[in-house]
RNA sequence: GGGUGAUUAGCUCAGUUGGUUCAGAGCACUACCUCGACAAGGUAGGGGUCACUGGUUCGAGCCCAGUAUCACCCACCA
C-alpha cells in the first residue's frame, strides 16, 4: 500500500463524521447504563460560530467522547436560543433595509418574517459544529421556541405567578431606547468614559442668591422636580425650607435635604429628577416629589418636557448647553470620567426609566441555588467562580423578565380595559378567572400582554425543557441531573445560577454536577476576540487548513480551566504537525507488517516492549487523574509527550529492525497493540485521525468496532522498575550522543564504550544502548581509563575513546567549567552536612539524599581532575 | 469604592502537605543533520535572583506581613 507522507484532513473528516451518523453512534436512549449527560449552552439560532464556540465545543465533544468510551450512555444534547432581542434586532434591520419600518408590521406580520429569518440562517451553527467533529445526539436538537419548550417557559411563569413569586410593578428599570424595551441589570454593560461635569445656577426664590448643582445630564433639566443637599451641610442651612427656580423651563422646585448627599462631591448640591435616575426616584418616593417623565421610549423629549419637544436625548444635551450659558446659568464644565451603563445587545446607552413591568421574587429562590454550590454539590471549575456567585446570590435583586418585543415568549396575563388582569395558560382561563369579579366581562374586551418574556427566562429550563421534564418522566429521570456544563464565565450570573434555581425550583435537584467555566479567546495583542475587531479568525477557515484535529489540539494545549486563552494560529500548525506525527508513525508501524517472521522476540525488544507498556500505563492513570480534576490541556501534553517523545522517539527506535531486517511477529504484534491503545486515548481530542488509522492498522469487521465505540484502556499494574531503567538508559543514551556530537564522531562510526561501576551496573536495557548508539562492545572495566573521554550517569563512570576528530582544547575547556561547578556545587552539600540542625531536624531520607550528592559530586571531582591532568 | 485572582525562561503555563525526582513543560531560539516513517522531521544545546521588601525556619517558588504592577467581577455617587 501506497501511503502519502503527509496526513491530509480532507479525506477522512466527512467520511468519518457521515460514518458516525449512518451508525447511530452519537444517539442516546435510556437503558440500563449510567447516563452522562451534557447539554450544549445554546448558540444564537441565527449566530455563526465564533473562537468561543469553538474553544467550548471542543472541550465538551473530549468530554462526552471519553465518557462514551468508558461506557457510560453518552448523551450530549445540541440547540438553540431564540435569543430575543440579539434576533429581534437582526430582523428589524433586516426589514429596514428592505424599506419595511416594524412599526408598520402586525405582530403575526413580524413574527412570520422572524420565523422566516430563523429557518434562513437557524442551525448553520450546528452544521458548523459537525465539522468540528461535535458528537451531538442530533436527534435531540432542542430550539428554545419550539412548541413543547414554548408551553414550558409559559407554565413555569403562571407556576411562578401563582406562588407569588413573580409580580407586575412599576419600578426604575433599565430602558434600551434602541430596542425600546426594558433590560434586566445584567445586560447592562458599565464602560468607562470621559465625559462632563456640567455646573449650573439654580435661583432661589425670593432672594439674589443663587445655587449651584453638579450634573453630568443638563438634559434632565427639564423633568427636574427638587435640589437636594445635606441636613449639616453650614454652606446650605439657611436655604432650608427654601425653593429655587428650574432654570429655563421655570418651575419652582423645593429645596430638599438628605444624608444621601456627598458634601464633598461637586457643590454638595443634587439636583433630583425622580423619573430618570434610580437614586431620584427613590430620593422622590422619600420625599414625595412630582415625577416627570420627560423623555419617550426612544429617547426622544417627550411633552411633558415642554422644552425641546421631540428631540433626541444627545442633541437635547449639546442645545441646552448652549442655552444655559445664554441665560447665564451655565457656571462651568469640567471634564469627568465617568461609567455609563450600555445596552449588552444593541450597546445603546441605557436610559433609567420608570416603567410598569413584570419581575421575579429572587430572594427565597436563590437560597438552595446558593448552599449548593458553597458546599461543592455543584463544582466549579476553577473554583474562584465560587467567589463571585456567591457575591452575586447574596445580593441578588428582583429579576426583570419582560421585554416589549414580539420575538419570544409572550407573557400569559390578559388585561380588561380597566387595570384588572388575569395570568393563565390561555384566554379562556384567563376570562374565566376574572369573570368572578366581572359577571359582565366579555372574552373579546380582554387583551394579551404584548411583552415576550427575557431569554433567560427560557434557557434557565434548559437541562430540564430538552428532555422534556415538564410534562414526562421518562427521560428527565434518566438524564436529570446532567454531568457536567461547559462556559464562560461571562454568563455565570445569566445562565448558570438561574439554571441552578430553576432546577432546585422545580426538580429539587441539582441540573449539573460540575460547571467548567472556559476563558476568553484572545489574540495575540491580548484583544478579545470579536466580529467587530474583526480580529478573530474563521474557525471553518482554521479547520480548512489546519484539519478538525489540528484545530482542536491547537485550541487545547494551552487553555487551562478559567484562563484565557490567547489564540494564535501556530498553535493549530502545532495540532496540525502532531497529527502528522502519528500518521507517519503508522506509516512506519504499517510498513512492518510485511516483514514480520515467526520467530521469538528478541530481549532488547522484549524490554522495550514491557517499558513501554509501562509507561502508557503510567501516563493513562496521570491522564484519567487530570480528566477528573478538569485538568484538559495537562492530559492532551501528557499524551503528547508520551506519542512524541516516548512512542516515536524512543520506543520505535528501539524496536525498529536493521535496514532489510525482519521484525518478530510477536513484537509486532504487541507494536500494534501499544499503537491502538495510544489511538484510543487520543481518540477525544482528535477524533477523525483516530479513526482513520483505528481501521488501517487493523481490519474492523463490523462498524460496531469502531473507535468512537471502543473501550478506553484499562488500568493495569504496571512495571515501575523499569521506568526508572529507563531513565538511567535515557540518560546514559544522550550522553554518548553529545559525546559523539562534541568529539564529531560520525554516527555511522561504530565506537567502544567502557563503563567503571562502583556499583554493579546492570542495566536490562544494554541491548538498547549497543543498537542505539551503534556501539561495538561494552567493556566493564575496574578503573578509570584517564586517556578516553567520560561522563558519569548516577554514581556510574561511563568512557569513550578520544576521537581523532576532538578538539582538545574544547574539551578541557568543558571540564574546567564542569570542575568549577562540581565544587562549587560540593561546598554548598558540605556547608548543609555541617550545620548540626539540619543533620538533626531535617528527615532521614533528606540527609541521607544530601550525602548520596555529597559522594557523587566527590567521585566526579576526582575523575575530573584525572581527566585534566591526562590532557595535560 | 468593595471583592477575587495573578506575577516562575522570549511566549503560554505546570509546580498538590516547605526538604531526593525543585527550578520544570510545550512552543520559540542556536548548532549540526536530507540517516529507508515524518524537514509539518531528527540529534544536541543555550536560556530564569521564581515581581519587590522584610519575616518565620536548619531549609522558602511554596508559609506570614507589606509594596508594586496587571487582570477580572460587583457597586446608584450627582
Not at 324 to 333: A, D, E, F, R, Y
Not at 484 to 508: C, H, K, N, Q, S
Not at 681 to 695: G, K, Q, R, Y
Not at 811 to 824: A, F, H, M, V
Request: a negative charge; proline letters at 4%; hydrophobic letters at 35%.
Amino acid at each position: 500500500m501506497d501511503i502519502a507522507s503527509k496526513y491530509d484532513p480532507k479525506n477522512t473528516e466527512q467520511k468519518w463524521y457521515d460514518f458516525w451518523i449512518e451508525n447511530r453512534f452519537f444517539a442516546s436512549k435510556p437503558d440500563h447504563r449510567t447516563p452522562y449527560t451534557i447539554v450544549i449552552p445554546p448558540p444564537n439560532v441565527t449566530g455563526v460560530l465564533h473562537m468561543g464556540h469553538m474553544l467550548n465545543n471542543t472541550i465538551q465533544d473530549v468530554l462526552i467522547r471519553r465518557a462514551r468510551m468508558r461506557g457510560y450512555n453518552a448523551c450530549w444534547v445540541p440547540g438553540t436560543d431564540h435569543a430575543s432581542i440579539a434576533t429581534e434586532a437582526k430582523v428589524v434591520r433586516k426589514l429596514r433595509e428592505e424599506g419595511i419600518k416594524k412599526g408598520d408590521l402586525s405582530r403575526e406580520e413580524f413574527m412570520k418574517h422572524a420565523w422566516e429569518w430563523t429557518h434562513k440562517h437557524g442551525g448553520i451553527i450546528l452544521q458548523q459544529l459537525k465539522k468540528l467533529g461535535a458528537s451531538c445526539d442530533w436527534d435531540r436538537t432542542s430550539f428554545t421556541m419550539d412548541e413543547k419548550y414554548y408551553q414550558s417557559v409559559i407554565d413555569t411563569f403562571i407556576d411562578l405567578h401563582r406562588k407569588g413569586k413573580i409580580y407586575r410593578g412599576e419600578r426604575m428599570i433599565n430602558w434600551d431606547p434602541v430596542a425600546k424595551t426594558a433590560l434586566s441589570d445584567e445586560e447592562v454593560i458599565y464602560k468607562e468614559g470621559l465625559g462632563k461635569l456640567y455646573h449650573v445656577s439654580y435661583k432661589v426664590v425670593g432672594s439674589d442668591e443663587v445655587i449651584n448643582i453638579a450634573t453630568t445630564r443638563p438634559e434632565t433639566i427639564l423633568g427636574d422636580t427638587a435640589v437636594c443637599i445635606h441636613p449639616n451641610d453650614d454652606r446650605y442651612k439657611h436655604l432650608h425650607g427654601k425653593k429655587v427656580i428650574v432654570p429655563l423651563v421655570n418651575r419652582e422646585v423645593p429645596i430638599i435635604t438628605d444624608e444621601y448627599v456627598d458634601m464633598e462631591f461637586g457643590t454638595g448640591c443634587l439636583k433630583v429628577t425622580p423619573a430618570h435616575d434610580t437614586n431620584d426616584y427613590d430620593l422622590g418616593k422619600k420625599h414625595q416629589l412630582e415625577v416627570i417623565n420627560m423623555m419617550n421610549d426612544d429617547g426622544t423629549v417627550s411633552e411633558a418636557g415642554k422644552l425641546y419637544i421631540g428631540m433626541d436625548r444627545f442633541d437635547v444635551r449639546k442645545q441646552i448647553v448652549e442655552d444655559l450659558k445664554s441665560s447665564g446659568n451655565l457656571i462651568k464644565v469640567e471634564d469627568y470620567q465617568n461609567k455609563v451603563g450600555h445596552s449588552e445587545r444593541t450597546d445603546a446607552v441605557i436610559e433609567p426609566r420608570l416603567s410598569l413591568q413584570w419581575f421575579v421574587d429572587m430572594k427565597d429562590l436563590g437560597k438552595p441555588a446558593l448552599d449548593h454550590v458553597m458546599n461543592d454539590d455543584i463544582k466549579f471549575y476553577p473554583p474562584k467562580f465560587k467567589n463571585s456567585y456567591r457575591n452575586w446570590m447574596e445580593n441578588i435583586k428582583d429579576w426583570c423578565i419582560s421585554r416589549q418585543l414580539w420575538w419570544g415568549h409572550q407573557i400569559p396575563a390578559w388585561y380588561t380595559g380597566d387595570g384588572q388582569y388575569a395570568v393563565a395558560s390561555s384566554l379562556e382561563e384567563a376570562h374565566a378567572q376574572l369573570l368572578l369579579k366581572n359577571p359582565s366581562l366579555k372574552k373579546e374586551d380582554l387583551k394579551q400582554d404584548p411583552d415576550v418574556l427575557d431569554t433567560w427566562f427560557s434557557s434557565w429550563l434548559w437541562p430540564i425543557s430538552v428532555f422534556n421534564g415538564f410534562y414526562s418522566k421518562e427521560e428527565i429521570n434518566y438524564y436529570y441531573p446532567t454531568q457536567d456544563l461547559v462556559t464562560a464565565p461571562e454568563i455565570m450570573f445569566f445562565w448558570v445560577a438561574r439554571m441552578i434555581i430553576a432546577g432546585y425550583e422545580y426538580m429539587g435537584e441539582k441540573p449539573f454536577t460540575n460547571v467548567y467555566y472556559t476563558g476568553i479567546v484572545r489574540d495575540k495583542q491580548g484583544r478579545k476576540m470579536s466580529k467587530s475587531l474583526g480580529n478573530s479568525p474563521d474557525p471553518i477557515d482554521l479547520i480548512e487548513e489546519y484539519g478538525a484535529d489540528g484545530v482542536r489540539v491547537g485550541m487545547l494545549l494551552t487553555s487551562p480551566a478559567g484562563n484565557d486563552l490567547p489564540f494564535d494560529v501556530s498553535l493549530c500548525e502545532q495540532g496540525r504537525n502532531f497529527a502528522n506525527k502519528i500518521w507517519n508513525a503508522f506509516r512506519l508501524v504499517n510498513g512492518w507488517e510485511s516483514r514480520t517472521e515467526n520467530r521469538a522476540m528478541t530481549g532488547s525488544d522484549e524490554v522495550a516492549i514491557r517499558w513501554m507498556k509501562s509507561r502508557l500505563q503510567q501516563v493513562l492513570e496521570e491522564i484519567d487523574d487530570d480528566y477528573e480534576k478538569f485538568r484538559i490541556s495537562e492530559a492532551l501534553m501528557s499524551l503528547y509527550k508520551l506519542v512524541w517523545d516516548d512512542f516515536c522517539s524512543w520506543y520505535l527506535e528501539m524496536i525498529k529492525p536493521g535496514f532489510e531486517q525482519n521484525m518478530s511477529r510477536e513484537t509486532f504484534e504487541a507494536t500494534r497493540s501499544i499503537f491502538e491503545n495510544l489511538l484510543k486515548i487520543l481518540h477525544p481530542f482528535m477524533p477523525f485521525l483516530t479513526e482513520e488509522l483505528w481501521h488501517h492498522l487493523n481490519e474492523r469487521k463490523s462498524a460496531d468496532e469502531a473507535i468512537v465505540v471502543s473501550a478506553w484502556p484499562m488500568r493495569v499494574a504496571y512495571d515501575k522498575t523499569i521506568l526508572e531503567n529507563f531513565k538511567e538508559f535515557e540518560e546514559i543514551v544522550t550522553a554518548i550522543r553529545n559525546v559523539r556530537k562534541t568529539q564529531n564522531i560520525p554516527n555511522k562510526e561504530s565506537i567502544t564504550l567502557k563503563m567503571f561501576s562502583s556499583a554493579s551496573f546492570d542495566s536490562p536495557f544494554t541491548d538498547n544502548i549497543i543498537r542505539l548508539c551503534n556501539i561495538s562492545s561494552i567493556d566493564k572495566v575496574n578503573e578509570s581509563d584517564k586517556s578516553w573521554t567520560s561522563f558519569m550517569v548516577d554514581s556510574n563512570e561511563f568512557f569513550i575513546p578520544m576521537s581523532s576528530n576532538a578538539d582538545m582544547e574544547a574539551e578541557k575547556e568543558r571540564i574546567i567549567k564542569e570542575l568549577d561547578y562540581t565544587k562549587g556545587f560540593l561546598a554548598s552539600v558540605m556547608k548543609k552536612l555541617g550545620n548540626e540542625k539540619f543533620v538533626n531536624s531535617a528527615p532521614p531520607a533528606v540527609v541521607e539524599s544530601e550525602n548520596k550528592k555529597r559522594q557523587d559530586a566527590e567521585s566526579l571531582i576526582r575523575v575530573l581532575e584525572e581527566k585534566l591532568v591526562s590532557l595535560g
